[in-house]
């Protein structure tokens, strides 16, 4: 059959297949349609898809209520959301409306792409309906993002499969040495579609990439040599294809997540076994019967699958395709389930942030792997059955005809009894185990009352009588009105929008959606992988969540802008801090409380004190200067008196006389110098000019002068020489002896400083151990000095001494405190027009102003200042929690500081690339032989000007000058 006989054919069988799928499909997830959006996290997706909906079909560039202020455009997949809106506006449904169709559509969608790959790759229709029907009765595909609503990374599911056919297109085109129009069709086809699965769900990129050499094992014995040609030229290239296509959206990502790696802490590389999603093998094996209580049996495969996958592994050895699939099953499922197995990839960088979802890709490859495996089983054991009596018994050609047809019959009959007596595997017997509820905590669907009816009918009936069913059809119904009276109530809690509330994922659904529900912005974000410094941000937590004490909170509060604070239950005992502070508590389930006197989102300090930390502890530059803002937040510096700014480089010497000259003050600690001599004479010229310098050279081994000898001329010390301290001295502070100061004692000895004999003249002793001085402090020209010897501020945090911690901070403020001239600090209100561009009214000012807008600080931000003669850009600094920072030498009246985000050079270029990669792939699609033309036109004018390098150099080599 041949033509369009063979498409219609085609085409009828489709019909088929996507009419059963799709029933099938409906029984076991209408809740989707009728009960809302399926997942515990779909409140968290409901409110990106709210905040996408607003400038649909464009994507907003900048998001200012979570996480004080991210990127999500750039640092989460908002495809799946855009999806969910452009679905509402097809159907004409609510958002969620809109959600729900894109949740339902996942499943159908995959398994009849998985149907696709038998009747058109592999010429086996039968087989393909038995694959659709085990993925869909298999728990493992559903868990994710049916029960916990991992909506963005799961909504890529359905192009999976067509990412195989179109590989396996280029496979055999490749193979049988077929260099028409289908190995450019499967090639820009697997290229266009992986890119496309990476721009959906970039957690399952991997997943189609790893297909790609897994297909060596479908190369023939006969053709085995080629196997290595596969793997390491041609697979390598079609990956090429894909970066190169996917660096707009990867460039985003990488240059956003770049950022993070700058202001964390964590060194990265370090395998953390705890950052990894556990999977025991019994449960993804099915071993034992499902457990309503135990999550972990969701990650399961099903017997019903598993069982004739066995056939299907039996087969591999005669199979390619099988062998394939098989190799990808075992893979798959080792990998899920031995994290150790994760080890290596942790010294990629960037790894150890998204380890918790590095089981994803394998979970989907076993997800399609393992039914397709069992299906080929079904279909080839009894062939090869067939065979090996054909090769035994005489009589066995004269009992074809009835051969053929009886073992189509007994394929499947064992297939039925396969599905009915093994998809119920659960305790009570009463559910089918194909995976998690989708609307209630239960599981789902009963099989008692499949429709929720609350019939008594039996099951055959309720499948078979319309008069049963649930009417397809999108809505809010089942559990879905309660979610929404107490998403309601939450709503409620504050009587105006706070700017920015302090709360954590204790109070799980305000975390995931509070500007959907309340109206205002979090300090937190739900998907803490956005966050600039998840330390930062920990820190931030404790302090305001669940450390007692008022100090650190009314610091925090006022320099991010917090205006309100939820409590959960295990929380609630903080609320006597925050009523002490004179906050008032406005809820009571949650607690919830207001600040009454909000420092805002936005600040302009004339003639402010900025200080510039500058240096790095062992691990990393962020560390040092996390560590200096949680100390300066414990009330050692507080908000008031100084900003303090975060450094590109650890290096004195990296920065010039200028731009020192732009701080009031330096904090070295843990420093570097490329140069002692300039680092040290360009610090003598900054204090004369009247900068203030903290300095600690009593960090061993990392503070580089700790052992110095004679010390340079702006130390209040003559010389410095590192020994340990001898803790039965006693310790004397501002001349008076101090019991109470904290003891100097590191394990069974002394504490190591950096110390010395005396101070210079005109120098005031502050710290002296026995006959050793260990922190001094002098005015040097315009300037002043504060110098420590004992690694001051590692030695107070760890000391536990309120005397130390008092003597800190009066030694900061006398170094730091506000100048004579400073005013105070002014709280604007920042203006938002649409979600990329905000605008600071300033105060006039013919001095210098600091300016700072309380958002996080990403590549994209740009700023200008706007007078009534005109504007001129302005660079930013990172201040704070990872703010932004702005230095303005004076504010003519009227001025605007306008600060805006969008797309970087870097950006830009990869969309260059991109786009160019994209045309030169359709032009080889469609015109190949132009490529071929410009191909060996290259090839020929690199030769030819080879050809004459190389001549000529003979020429002139040749005693002769003739060609040798």
Wanted: proline share 6%; charged share 15%; hydrophobic share 50%.
């Amino acid at each position: 059959m041949k033509g369009w006989a063979a498409l219609a054919l085609g085409a009828i069988r489709l019909v088929v297949a996507a009419g059963i799928i799709l029933a099938l499909a409906y029984v076991l997830s209408w809740q989707i349609l009728w009960g809302g959006m399926a997942g515990a996290e779909a409140p968290f997706h409901l409110h990106l898809i709210e905040w996408v909906a607003t400038t649909f079909p464009n994507l907003p560039w900048w998001y200012p209520w979570d996480g004080m202020g991210v990127s999500y455009r750039e640092a989460y997949p908002l495809a799946s959301h855009w999806l969910a809106v452009a679905a509402s506006h097809v159907f004409s449904t609510s958002l969620q409306g809109g959600a729900q169709i894109v949740q339902f559509a996942l499943m159908p969608l995959s398994a009849l792409g998985l149907y696709a790959f038998f009747d058109w790759r592999l010429r086996r229709p039968l087989a393909g309906v038995a694959a659709s029907i085990l993925f869909l009765i298999s728990p493992l595909p559903w868990v994710e993002w049916a029960h916990f609503g991992l909506f963005a990374s799961w909504v890529g599911l359905p192009v999976f499969m067509p990412v195989v056919i179109a590989l396996d297109v280029f496979f055999h085109a490749w193979l049988s040495g077929d260099r028409s129009w289908r190995i450019r069709a499967g090639a820009g086809g697997y290229i266009g579609l992986t890119t496309l699965m990476g721009i959906v769900s970039p957690h399952l990129l991997a997943a189609p990439l790893l297909v790609a050499p897994a297909y060596a094992l479908a190369i023939p014995h006969e053709s085995a040599r080629r196997a290595w040609r596969w793997i390491l030229a041609v697979v390598p290239m079609l990956w090429i294809g894909v970066a190169l296509l996917s660096i707009f959206w990867l460039g985003a990502e990488i240059q956003y997540l770049g950022v993070v790696r700058s202001h964390w802490a964590g060194a990265g590389t370090n395998f953390d076994i705890n950052r990894l999603s556990p999977i025991p093998l019994s449960d993804v094996l099915s071993l034992s019967m499902f457990k309503p209580a135990d999550l972990g049996s969701l990650y399961s495969l099903s017997p019903a699958v598993l069982l004739p996958a066995l056939l299907g592994a039996a087969v591999a050895f005669r199979d390619t395709k099988a062998r394939a699939f098989l190799a990808i099953a075992v893979v798959s499922i080792v990998f899920m389930t031995f994290r150790d197995l994760y080890r290596p990839l942790f010294v990629v960088p960037g790894f150890a942030e998204f380890a918790i979802t590095a089981h994803r890709p394998f979970q989907l490859l076993a997800s399609f792997a393992v039914p397709t495996l069992a299906a080929i089983g079904l279909l080839k054991a009894p062939l090869y059955a067939m065979e090996f009596l054909a090769r035994r018994l005489r009589s066995y050609a004269s009992l074809r005809s009835f051969a053929v047809p009886a073992v189509a019959v007994v394929v499947v009959s064992v297939f039925v009894a396969d599905v009915l007596g093994f998809a119920g595997r659960v305790e009570g017997g009463s559910r089918l185990a194909y995976g998690p509820s989708l609307a209630t905590p239960g599981w789902a669907p009963d099989l008692n009352d499949i429709w929720e009816r609350h019939t008594s009918a039996p099951l055959v009936q309720q499948l078979l009588d319309p008069r049963q069913w649930r009417a397809p059809g999108v809505g809010c119904d089942l559990d879905c009105p309660g979610r929404l009276q107490s998403w309601s109530k939450l709503g409620a809690t504050f009587a105006s929008p706070p700017a920015r509330a302090e709360l954590n994922s204790n109070v799980a659904q305000l975390d995931m959606a509070f500007h959907m529900l309340v109206g205002g912005g979090i300090t937190h974000s739900y998907n803490d992988q956005v966050i600039p410094s998840r330390e930062l941000a920990s820190w931030m937590e404790e302090s305001m969540l669940v450390d007692s004490g008022s100090t650190t909170k009314a610091q925090l509060a006022a320099a991010l802008g917090i205006d309100a604070v939820v409590l959960s239950k295990t929380q609630a005992a903080r609320t006597a801090d925050y009523l002490q502070m004179g906050w008032v508590q406005v809820g009571s389930d949650p607690v919830a409380l207001v600040n009454p006197q909000p420092s805002g989102l936005a600040a302009q300090w004339q003639s402010g004190t900025s200080v510039l930390v500058v240096g790095r502890t062992q691990a990393s530059v962020p560390a040092l200067y996390n560590f200096v803002f949680e100390r300066a937040t414990t009330g050692l510096l507080p908000f008031a008196s100084a900003w303090l700014v975060r450094s590109a480089s650890p290096y004195i010497d990296d920065y010039s006389d200028a731009d020192l000259s732009h701080y009031s003050g330096l904090i070295l600690l843990g420093y570097q110098y490329r140069d002692q001599g300039t680092a040290w004479s360009r610090l003598d010229r900054y204090v004369r000019g009247g900068g203030h310098l903290f300095i600690e050279t009593g960090w061993q081994y990392v503070d580089p002068d700790w052992d110095l000898g004679s010390a340079p001329a702006v130390l209040p010390v003559a010389s410095v020489r590192w020994s340990a301290l001898d803790a039965s001295e006693r310790v004397q502070v501002d001349g008076a002896g101090d019991p109470q100061f904290g003891r100097f004692v590191y394990g069974s000895g002394g504490w190591g400083a950096s110390s010395a004999s005396s101070v210079k003249q005109g120098a005031t002793e502050l710290v002296r151990v026995g006959n050793r001085v260990v922190a001094a402090r002098w005015h040097v020209g315009g300037g002043r000095v504060l110098w420590s010897g004992m690694n001051l501020m590692a030695h107070d945090a760890t000391s536990g001494s309120p005397d130390e911690d008092q003597f800190v901070a009066a030694q900061l403020a006398w170094l730091f405190g506000p100048s004579a001239e400073a005013g105070p600090q002014v709280a604007i209100p920042p203006a938002w027009d649409g979600g990329d561009q905000v605008t600071i009214a300033l105060q006039p000012s013919v001095g210098p102003s600091l300016v700072m807008l309380k958002e996080s600080f990403f590549p994209g931000w740009t700023a200008r200042l706007v007078t009534p003669k005109g504007s001129t850009s302005v660079d930013l600094l990172g201040t704070e929690m990872d703010f932004m920072l702005a230095r303005l030498d004076s504010v003519p009246p009227g001025s605007n500081l306008v600060f805006t985000y969008g797309p970087t050079a870097f950006e830009e270029t990869t969309w260059v690339v991109s786009l160019l990669t994209l045309a030169g792939l359709i032009l080889w699609l469609v015109r190949p032989a132009f490529i071929r033309r410009g191909r060996d036109h290259v090839i020929g004018s690199t030769q030819h000007v080879v050809g004459n390098l190389f001549g000529g150099l003979a020429r002139s080599l040749s005693p002769s000058g003739e060609d040798p």
